[in-house]
């Protein structure tokens, strides 16, 4: 099993719509966890951190589910710019230094 | 936000050859960082860690005497991939966060360097 595992997709989804990613983590010990944004041949980008209440920046909503290692990402009116994927991110403190394990990322295409 | 560059952005080599791949942070000392691969449509794979002053720590499966790391100062780690072979063909990322900010927050990405071994 996956450390971290998510639909690859593609999502194909027209402009305005609402879009939903979710993400399972395998670690319980993971202590922390992202969302990033990745653009084709590019490097990752942190999108959001993911809290255990639940928080929002702007369109962007991210929920966490501790008891079920799961994480979700919600994406409201969507923009041709939020064409991308999007890679759900846990990290593990090793003691030393945080450690990152990715998913494989969800795709998302978004349409006229 | 930190800010951290890599080069070369891009590399193309002869199998048999070896790459240097280096990876700076501009504007904060790191004592960590760390190095990712990432294939076609798969995830960031990490590597190894990069520890200023000590050896790298590497995770399974990744050969440390083909992919050799020098973390000689705070702001450079290098990455060297020796003997090149068409399989070493990927998409390597160096990441680093500053130190000052705990071990939870945000890791900070270079914007990677596309190796291609002929």
């Known amino acids: 099993r996956k450390e971290v595992e998510q639909d690859p997709g593609p999502f194909n989804v027209p402009e305005g719509a609402t879009v939903a990613f979710n993400c399972t983590y395998s670690?319980?010990?993971?202590?922390?966890f992202f969302w990033y944004r990745q653009d084709c041949r590019k490097e990752p980008k942190l999108l959001m951190s993911?809290?255990?209440s639940g928080n929002e920046d702007g369109r962007f909503t991210a929920q966490l589910n501790r008891a079920s290692q799961y994480i979700s990402l919600l994406i409201r009116d969507s923009k041709l710019s939020d064409s991308a994927t999007y890679l759900c991110?846990?990290?593990?403190?090793?003691?030393?230094?945080?450690?990152?394990?990715f998913g494989t990322g969800t795709r998302l295409q978004v349409t006229l | 936000g930190a800010v951290v560059s890599q080069h070369p952005s891009w590399v193309i080599c002869k199998s048999g050859t070896s790459v240097k791949i280096e990876c700076r942070s501009l504007?904060?000392?790191?004592?960590?960082m760390f190095w990712y691969r990432q294939f076609p449509k798969q995830s960031l794979m990490l590597m190894a860690t990069?520890?200023?002053?000590?050896?790298?720590?590497?995770e399974q499966g990744v050969e440390k005497d083909k992919f050799l790391i020098n973390h000689a100062s705070l702001t450079l780690s290098t990455l060297t991939v020796t003997s090149a072979h068409p399989e070493d063909s990927s998409f390597y990322i160096c990441?680093?966060?500053?130190?000052?900010?705990?071990?939870?927050?945000?890791?900070?990405f270079g914007p990677g360097t596309r190796l291609t071994v002929l």
């Open positions: 991110v846990v990290n593990i403190d090793t003691g030393t230094a945080s450690k990152l394990t």
């Open positions: 990069s520890n200023e002053g000590s050896k790298a720590t590497y």
């Open positions: 990441s680093a966060f500053p130190p000052s900010s705990g071990h939870y927050n945000e890791q900070f």
């Open positions: 670690n319980s010990a993971s202590q922390s």
């Open positions: 504007d904060f000392q790191a004592t960590t």
């Open positions: 993911v809290y255990s």
